[in-house]
């Protein structure tokens, strides 16, 4: 799989502002992706080393437009911690 494919955006939230002192960025991912295909992706796209890389499944949630009942999509979401010193430029505007 191609790293620009894998992946799909950054997630810019209070939260993820706040792990990003620690170190920490988040990223939406393709949901067929493991740990050590986004840890490259991120190496390639970024020129970053990271140290670790958790991931988590957000499921979906029910929504409702006016009468019709429906539902988010889910999608995965992965953690990446760099070492101390790095830093990702791509956020670094947000």
Not at 2 to 8: F, L, N, Q, T, V
Not at 70 to 83: E, R
Request: aromatic share 8%; net charge positive.
């Amino acid at each position: 799989m191609d790293a620009s494919k894998i992946i799909i955006e950054p997630v810019v939230t209070e939260k993820t502002n706040e792990l990003r002192e620690k170190q920490r960025y988040v990223f939406k991912v393709d949901t067929r992706a493991n740990k050590i295909e986004i840890m490259k992706a991120v190496r390639d796209l970024f020129d970053v080393h990271p140290v670790c890389c958790n991931i988590i499944m957000v499921k979906r949630k029910p929504k409702r437009q006016r009468y019709k009942l429906g539902y988010t999509a889910s999608w995965k979401k992965a953690i990446v911690t760099l070492p101390a010193g790095e830093s990702i430029q791509i956020f670094e505007g947000a």
